[in-house]
């Protein structure tokens, strides 16, 4: 485990979660204090202040980067030196070249990769997909997530050239790589319009920002991001298809609600506002993040000797994108994913979208109205001309 | 009463609701078949094909318009011609060109006017509307409104020529002026950053767009429109200001929620797409919809002799915003919105974002952790450096 | 309206609201100070202290009673005696027997009677009972009801003697009509089993209480009230049927949510018990409790000479249930439901619950399995042994 | 494992998910068939049609018993006879008698004994028994748990002499053990009273039914289960205390939404009753239902030699509180909780419910009105007089 900080421990509490048989064997932190009392409180027998030295011990098998976004390409090859199999919070990097090195550097090793990206894991993002997958949506045409709320916890998010960027880069990650999954991973993300500014925070970075991303195929990704919502941390995902709908929450709503004075106040979530009032607890925090379901694909993958559902490809993806966001805040304009490395589809066209009623006439729609009886709005194929018809 | 289809019964069910004192007394609809029905439904004295007859009927004291967009101005000017105070059904043109052109003839002319803009009338948006003018939510940082269907009723709205416009025109102007009483009517609306696409229905409209708006103050407006949801009628708006984050459920999800197996099916809520398994329904449409409040509003302010809420000018600004809308879809840029007629305030900056938390430092963040204590995240004010600092 | 408290208030906000016909003339309150604050406040040309002056004003055509529940009996006595139309704050008596004296009072007596059950007139409660009463649901087997809050506003209420009763008769006067319009008014009440408790207040009267009401049809009645539920106003009604169920909720989840850190607090519903956090405001109080609707059918029923949805005689028989729910308090037993004016049906039987599936089996059970195939579980009709059967 | 049915599959998919270390060994079940596909399904190297050569076989080190009610007991007494750790599915008996000579067999056989009471292990039950234990809700005053849904899977539960009961014993167990983790599982419970009806299915068995029981500090446990609830599997708890309130929701409503036409239609969770419309899809039932939380704690218990949280003594005190139910639905009376064995405490009295406001007066309520002020309704200490006073 290379970082002994917040998402650190988020990871060690799922690896070694429930009856699990694996165990994280070294930890490296940059402050010896700290990579102290993580091996304490997690068991770990070998702790070190030396990168090098947990990659290259023995033990490891699998090393786990949970660093800030700055120091993914060095940890990363250093792995590729070790040629041990490596997996990497997310971003994959603070830019597209970084990743695409990072991507060159693990392939030309051979080594194993994995993308930690865990809101792609969601029991309800897993769920959902399945459903998308198998068509119970249709045809995919919006995919919008949004994560926001009130900013991160730790000091190197906010210092622009650890970070690499703001809300764009720490939360728009997220959301590319779930709109991506649900319109297709091999449909082609094209160009980027994006909205970002500083409104609250005294950073040079963006805490807010809204961005639309056009597909191939005519589908279009949103996501929307901030570092200034109040009210907890708000992670929702909207689908809309040509059959149906999905709205999912994963923080904020998902069934347990809590209403107290305030007396035996406690933690209540991560990123929670208050604990008085009317509170929103999530059950477990580690399995409605995703963090156990990325964890048992990553190991399960690498024992299998298969790719996992994430890989350095799709991080990579993912920072093409934001890319693409960050010139198009600049430029005010749409701007072109830039996508050196494509494995997916080329080519592929918008669906049709005319549907016959008969030989005269397109279906527009069709509708029971208050009577019972059925109206259709049909297009004459001929004249363009719009009309209504009721039918029994 | 002009027009007698969909949206003008509506408005009789309201205006004649409950235990009101104000009555329709003229009709007036295109087709002969379609005005004696609505004469005969609402206990209506006088009904006529003329249009001019219904308005100069001499019991009208004012005139109520329900038709096309495209019959907007002849309506109106012939109101001007007999000095009849008016009220309008949204949008008020098809464009700022027709906007201006109405607002100017009815001041000119000195007669009430009133902008039949629903939604700015909902009980929920009263209700918070009020909090945020009350402060409860801060400066307001993004005001999104979301209008999405399965597609209109009635077919001149998939026709160009009478509609104007297609789902951007006919939702995008509730979501614009919602967005604007939110963020502030007096703050002036610059840019528009607009993607629109056909992406099912066989017409030359656009059926989903999504747009930004960009105000003076540095405050962000949305929406997001569809003429191709599944599921129902949605109704949703989110604002966030740097206190507090406000969600609204106007139809799908308000507290009433019913399975049922199909037996004793009927009619559920409008554009409701099913009547058996869950449904949602609301439970008094005109007053979730805002229709009792907006007509109440109406006609005690041309009593009072004062304003109403919404006016010919409110539906200018939104028309000119929307054609900024349009012109952005296609030129894919931010475009700026053009207003020849203005009466808010000019030159208003983004307030500062910087708060002070000592002499050496600004505050970014301040955040309860899990231990109880509380963690500050500063900014030197010379240096720039960020640092973490946990206190008791 | 006599009276000119808090209910009195909600009272004259939603007579006079919106664009209403209708007009209060004279308040009667024992206070002088607060009558003359009312007549000021909703613009009533006649106040008074002595509640005959109120009723024998010539103006008056109906007597609105807000008072407290000890003086229902007495005012309602002088509406007969002046013969003007009388509409009832809930519950109609302290007791059935007060109850069946002014039942029997104004219907000798030949005058208009209401009575002024709020809960069963809400926009969602009216749309319910339609899809009930319409089949929605099919059968009706029980229909819960529940309100529960942290004790009412008004000091009399606490006092056994003038409000005769706890939470039961303040709260369980809503919930045992609600139910009992569900399940069909002409279905006799036929005993109760109550669980009552002080579980936190220091009073005499219960605080906390449970209860079941058996109807002659096998259909099962509950509620359950509370003066020391923390949260806010919690009105939620639970309908189960053969072919469906119906959850409504009045109050506090209504689609209106939002956070905010206190900056601009203000008032935000009734019984709310914060300001600040996550609130659920409701969006008009007014129509939401169903004063609205109420009123409208009060004047409207008299108007037309028709009786309306609630009456005196409804009061009645709540008052009965409500008997029978403090005798089985005490008693720890089913109590019989004693009503001795009954003008419903009688003997009606559960219906049969068989459902054939052939020849030899009834159907117990009809599902979906995992892979797509239907599952049925049947009952031997001659040996009574249950199997279960696999088709496609 | 003994058994291989809808429950068995349920719990091996949980013991051997993720990246457990544990692994099922041995299966039995009554039919060779159920227990060959079994064995195959989960990769388990032994399997049999003999209970004891399960049991009995070498390298198995607990027994987890997943078969119908009434073959608890000889499978119980088979791990006593071989001295093998042993948990249970619930009910643990079909009455308190069957549990005591369960729980006396464990115990005098000195062997580790579980009960898979799993909705005590579901992540929101623990997250609120958490705040619940640290004071987030004040003295418990009410705890109810409702299990409802369209009726079991198997045919055994529909059978009385197999089942030993009907919803009562089967949902009715999980209701009574999650109330009384929320009172406190060291507080008695003291009597039942309880209504109990088949109002649909043709059986014997009660199909419906609601019961109260009454805590030795006053507190009320109360429970909702019925075989004949349309639109899901519904489980919800809510809790009421002096400082708050809890709503859990584990099933219908966790934040997953789903509107789909019917195309690509498929499984959507246990007891969903449709898959086309609105959908309401859990993310991953194992975890929300509580599985995974359970068996960590059994085979961590074992591990280290303590009790898991859910024993047969819970298990037993379960089954007692069913009987008085049982017995209360036929005598029509409350019923004395039997426990022969009982190891929580003795003789708690309820708290007392006076809050001093001042010297001569105690506090009943303090609310803020409309106008921000405060109010306190007080009673006086010697008269009992009720007052209200309104403060700055």
């Given at each position: 485990m290379l970082g002994s900080g917040f998402i650190g421990r988020f990871y060690a509490d799922s690896i070694q979660a429930?009856?699990?048989?694996?165990?994280?064997v070294s930890v490296y932190s940059r402050r010896e204090q700290s990579a102290r009392k993580f091996a304490e409180d997690y068991d770990v027998p070998h702790w070190t202040t030396e990168m090098e030295a947990a990659v290259n011990h023995?033990?490891?098998d699998m090393v786990c980067i949970a660093l800030p976004n700055n120091l993914h390409e060095a940890a990363v090859m250093a792995c590729v030196k070790a040629k041990k199999a490596v997996i990497t919070t997310k971003?994959?990097?603070?830019n597209a070249e970084e990743a695409k090195r990072m991507l060159e550097a693990v392939e030309k090793a051979g080594i194993f990769n994995g993308y930690l990206e865990d809101l792609c894991y969601t029991p309800k993002f897993l769920k959902t997909l399945e459903s998308v997958q198998g068509g119970?949506?249709?045809?995919?045409l919006w995919a919008k997530s949004r994560e926001t709320h009130?900013?991160?916890?730790?000091?190197?998010?906010?210092d622009l050239e650890q970070a690499g960027g703001g809300c764009i880069l720490d939360l728009g990650c997220h959301c590319v790589e779930i709109s991506r999954n649900y319109i297709g991973k091999d449909i082609k993300p094209i160009e980027v319009m994006c909205w970002a500014e500083?409104?609250?925070?005294?950073?040079?970075?963006?805490d807010h920002a809204i961005a639309l991303v056009k597909y191939e195929n005519g589908a279009i990704g949103q996501f929307e991001v901030s570092?200034?919502?109040?009210?907890?941390l708000d992670l929702r995902d909207e689908v809309m298809g040509t059959e149906g709908t999905v709205w999912v929450n994963?923080?904020?709503?998902?069934g347990l609600e809590m209403f107290t004075?305030?007396?035996?106040a406690h933690y209540v979530a991560e990123?929670?506002?208050?604990?008085?009032?009317w509170l929103f607890p999530v059950g477990d925090e580690l399995a409605d993040l995703g963090y156990n379901h990325m964890f048992t694909d990553m190991f399960n993958a690498c024992d299998e000797g298969r790719e996992p559902r994430e890989t350095f490809y799709d991080g990579y993806v993912v920072n093409a994108v934001l890319d693409a966001a960050y010139r198009s805040a600049k430029s005010r304009q749409w701007e072109p994913v830039k996508l050196e490395i494509w494995r997916g589809r080329e080519g592929v066209q918008q669906e049709s979208t005319l549907t016959d009623y008969d030989d005269q006439y397109y279906l527009i729609k069709e509708e029971v109205i208050h009577d019972g009886r059925t109206k259709v709005i049909l297009k004459d194929k001929q004249s363009g001309k719009v009309i209504e018809k009721v039918t029994a």
């Open positions: 429930h009856r699990s048989k694996d165990k994280i023995p033990d490891v971003p994959l990097g603070r119970a949506l249709g045809r995919i009130p900013g991160p916890h730790s000091e190197w998010f906010w500083t409104q609250v925070k005294p950073i040079p970075a963006e570092w200034t919502f109040r009210g907890g994963n923080f904020l709503r998902t004075s305030g007396k035996g990123k929670a506002e208050s604990n008085t009032g």
